[in-house]
């Protein structure tokens, strides 16, 4: 065990997970390979080539690594993800991958190996289709969220609770990131030329930008559930038959509608790509079907779950009047749609987009799609109070795509 933190060479890694108990053979084969492809940090892959047993070492680096050295990033994280993968799998039992280490100085996670899963987002560009995801996600937002919220716990284990997940730090990132530079000239800020006209609108539009203010603060005050932080389809890995959530380093006690809502707005973002990804019309617009299908389910699963635990477990009287139930759950709507919003303008005009968009190579294409997902997000931040179920969202969004001139 090492006595001070290092990033781990490909070497480093083999020898690491060798010394751990439990793991592998004294006479296994290990070949390793560093397959991070996210924001934040390293990502092993190692394997026995003489059993085929694998893990997964994830490593948090004290920086950000899409940045650099010069975007110093605590190494707790580390510790929020662990933490909150082994809650997770006490509420959401087969929905993410199994810790098998955790390690406070190396700043480290050994886990399972999901390599026979791929990231949902990759799959989704490819127009596949998978039957178990709405249910699987809504089974994990249900109960993640419910079971981590004052409606179950007592108000001393709720409280302790907040205090085990205090993440100031990555919670800074999605408060300038998500939820204040794409509405400024931000030097964070990335955004495809030709919707300058469009992303300009954004800036000089204070209505708007008053909305977004309004669930900043409810991102930065509500803290109502264990949230993963960051679900969007890169943090979700999919077989036909298997749904694994990964990388809850982004975890908080926060407004339960932001979870749901970051989901909702990657299959959106999706659907938007899809008017520039290649393929027939046809092809495109029945999978863009699958999509707003897959996001109205997740919601309409999502509430007849959290009813059926509120209905068993809720834990104070007040919340047993008749009704309470329904406006929570309306308002855990409008938050999520209003969260939605704000998540898809920022794969479009801020800090780290979305592979949907950026791998539509024409960019006056790409414009198109992406003009279509600003408009998306910009009417779910301004109508999510006038909807009031799944049906109604998948509604807006169809008549927003079905408009001939996307103007914002
Ligand atoms: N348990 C796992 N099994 C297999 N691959 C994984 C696992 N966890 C992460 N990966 C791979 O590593 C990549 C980066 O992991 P991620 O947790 O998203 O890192 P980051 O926090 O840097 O975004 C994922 O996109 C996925 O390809
Ligand atoms: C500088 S962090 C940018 C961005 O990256 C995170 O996503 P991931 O760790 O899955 O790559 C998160 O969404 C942050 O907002």
Request: glycine residues 6%.
């Amino acid at each position: 065990m090492a006595q001070a933190y290092q990033p781990l060479t490909d070497e480093g890694a083999i020898q690491y997970v060798r010394q751990l108990p439990g793991l592998f053979e004294q006479t296994a084969e290990l070949v390793n390979r560093e397959i991070g492809d996210g924001n934040l940090n390293l990502v092993f892959h190692i394997v026995d080539q003489q059993s085929d047993k694998s893990v997964i070492i994830k490593q948090a680096l004290p920086y950000a690594r899409v940045v650099g050295e010069s975007w110093p990033l605590t190494l707790d994280r580390a510790r929020i993800e662990s933490e909150t993968l082994k809650k997770e799998a006490e509420r959401a039992p087969g929905l993410v991958p199994k810790v098998f280490h955790y390690d406070p100085v190396m700043a480290l996670t050994v886990m399972e190996d999901l390599s026979d899963h791929i990231i949902l987002r990759t799959g989704l560009i490819q127009r596949q289709r998978y039957p178990r995801l709405a249910e699987d996600i809504a089974t994990f937002l249900a109960h993640t969220l419910f079971f981590t919220s004052d409606y179950y716990l007592d108000p001393a284990s709720k409280k302790e609770l907040v205090r085990q997940f205090i993440n100031p730090e990555l919670c800074n990132i999605t408060e300038g990131l998500v939820f204040t530079d794409p509405y400024y000239d931000a030097d964070t800020n990335s955004f495809n030329p030709h919707i300058r006209p469009q992303v300009e609108a954004i800036w000089s539009d204070a209505v708007l930008k008053r909305e977004v203010a309004t669930l900043k603060e409810s991102f930065m005050t509500k803290a109502q559930a264990l949230l993963h932080g960051d679900l969007h389809t890169g943090s979700i890995m999919v077989t036909d038959s298997s749904t694994k959530v990964i990388d809850p380093e982004f975890a908080f006690v926060g407004p339960i509608g932001f979870d749901i809502g970051a989901f909702l707005a990657n299959l959106f973002l999706s659907f938007a790509s899809h008017e520039g990804q290649p393929g027939s019309i046809t092809e495109r617009r029945e999978y863009q079907v699958w999509l707003l299908e897959t996001a109205q389910q997740t919601w309409h699963r999502f509430e007849q779950q959290f009813r059926t635990l509120w209905q068993e477990h809720v834990r104070d009287e007040m919340w047993k009047t008749p009704g309470y139930v329904d406006q929570v759950l309306q308002e855990i709507l409008v938050d999520s749609i209003g969260f939605a919003g704000c998540k898809m303008m920022r794969r479009v005009i801020g800090l780290a987009p979305v592979a949907d968009l950026e791998t539509i190579e024409d960019e006056r294409v790409r414009a198109e799609a992406e003009r279509l997902a600003l408009h998306i997000g910009r009417e779910c931040v301004l109508q999510r109070r006038s909807i009031t179920d799944g049906d109604a969202l998948v509604h807006l969004v169809q008549s927003i795509a079905a408009q001939k001139e996307v103007q914002i």
